[in-house]
Each structure stands twice: as structure tokens, then as C-alpha cells.
């Protein structure tokens, strides 16, 4: 059985009546001929080759070991610190971030505040907040903390209009909240447990959506907002199916927004990660278990969170601004070595 969701533009959806909906068949889709089918093989099997290289090179090397943030040594973990980038590219922009207490969205503060945005650092741990924006604040950039549960709407709402009451404006956002599956089989998912994934990362999506969208299409020059999925979102996987869900539902969002509200000038897009270093794999607490991840993909390397916020500040930034609708895996080629 199937249900329609609502016909209406996104900001108009009532939060109490958010139910998943079905609409039909995606529409612009074409048969491809038998010759793209055959330039779409080449093109993947020259960019394997071409990973593959770039992992034996990676692997040859002796003994490389990676300091992390914590202080302990990283098997195969990716160099790209808060220095790498085109510092300014996001000069005068002011950034809305959900999660930035820890991981990718505490990254995703320092690098846009690098960049020179102006940042609204929101999570609910308000203590982490605080520091992280002594932190940058020390440094010059701009910022504030907010306490924000993005399972509520109200608070949502809340500090969104924080925002945009204290820097006149919201120009671009980063909905990086997220919590992760149960990592079992489908039959032995908890009910509740499946609710919570689905409200936070799909739900608690779709409310930054809604609100961020309301503030940004009264601007002259548009804005984007990048969402953080995964590359869960992007293949299933058979223990993991309550997260994979909450992703493939959030492609849904991203790409009805795109485009909804390509005529306001506002772009919409997704990053999809591989393997991070953050606290959804704090349980892989050794440099062996880390190096047997990293193993799995092309590039040989687990991901640091500031390899992700680069990601999103490109398409946040002027440099992305004939994108939108995308979802964009950032996964050291792991979707190239499975296809």
C-alpha cells in the first residue's frame, strides 16, 4: 500500500502531518543507448584504473602514520587539515550548522570560519559549542552558539530566527545532524530505535529544510544548503537498514528541494561519506581495525572530518554554483571499487 505526499512547495508541509509519502515514477528518466551504456563502462573502468594506481602508491608507502585530533596514531587516515583550501571563498556568507558539537560538524565551524563565513554553531551539547567558538572567535571569525535538537521543531524554528535576528540574514547552511543504525538484521531492529533514526536523520532534515528554505528564498542572491547523507544512501546494506532508510529518504528531500526553489536562486545538495574519523566509529578503537576499513577502498584511506567539510564548503561556495540536486560521495572511491 501506498500513500501521495502532499502536492505543495516544502515550506508549506505542516510538521504534524509529516508522513513518508509516494508520488510516482521520477520523471526525465531515458533509456540510455547501448552506446552510453558503453562510454558510461569505459569512463568507470578508466576511473578505477586509475584509483587503483593511486592505492598501490598510497600503500607502498612506509609506515605512514597520522596523528589524529585526539592524539592517536591513524593507520591510513587522509592529510587534509584546517590550512588546506582557497581561504575566502566564503567571505561574508553567514552558515547555519546542525551537529557541530563533534566530527564533521565541529570541522565543518573551523573551516568555514577559515573560509571567512560567518558561523551559527548548533547541536544540543551547548558546553562543546561554547568552546568551539571561543576557539575560532580567538582567532577573529565570527560566530555563535546555539543549543538546537533538530528533532524538534520548535527548536529548529528557534535557531533559525537566532540567525538571521543576529547577522540580518542566512545565506548558506550545513544540516549535518545525524545519529547512526542498529547494525543488526531488519527483523531484529527495535521499533523505537528505527522511529529515532528516521525522525533525526530524516525528519530533523526535512525541519532545517523547511525552515532554513523560508528565510532563504526572500534573498536576492539565493543560498545553499548541503545536507550530510552517506554512501548508505547510496547502496542498501543488509545490517544497516534503518540508516540506509533515513539516507535514501534525505536524496528524496534534496533533490524536490533542488528543485522547488532553483527559481529563488537557492541550490540544494548532499555529501555522501565513506568511513570518517568520528565518533560513529569511536567502536574501532584500534590502528589495525581502522587499516582493514581503509583497506576496502581505492584510496586506502579513512576520511578526516575536515576532508568532508572541504566538501561541503565547495558546494556552499560560489565554485558550485551550477550544482544542485546532487548527492556527492565523498568515499575515497569505495562506490568505484564495488561497481
Known sequence: MAVRGFQCPLTWLDTRTWRPGFSGPARGVHALTPFMMF???ARKTLAYVCLAQIRSSRMSQDNLTIISSDGAPIVGTSRSGVGAGTIGRLADRVIFVTGASS???LAAVRRFTAEGAAVVAA???LDRLETLVKEVTSCGAEAIAVECDVEDADSVRSA???TVKTFGRLDGAFNNAGVGGAHVPVHEIDIEQFDRVIRTNLRGTFLCLKYELEQMKDNEAGGSIVNTSSTSGLVGNARNSDYCASKWGMTGLVKSAALGYARYGIRVNAIAPGPTKTEML???DTEEALAKVASQYAMNLIASPDDI????????????????GDVIACDGGGRTTAS
Open 39 to 41: 562510454y558510461n563502462l
Open 103 to 105: 566530527g564533521i560538524g
Open 123 to 125: 547541536a544540543r551539547r
Open 160 to 162: 533559525i530566527d537566532l
Open 282 to 284: 569511536d567502536h574501532l
Open 309 to 324: 567539510a572541504c566538501a561541503a564548503a565547495f558546494l556552499l561556495s560560489d565554485e558550485a554554483s551550477y550544482t544542485t
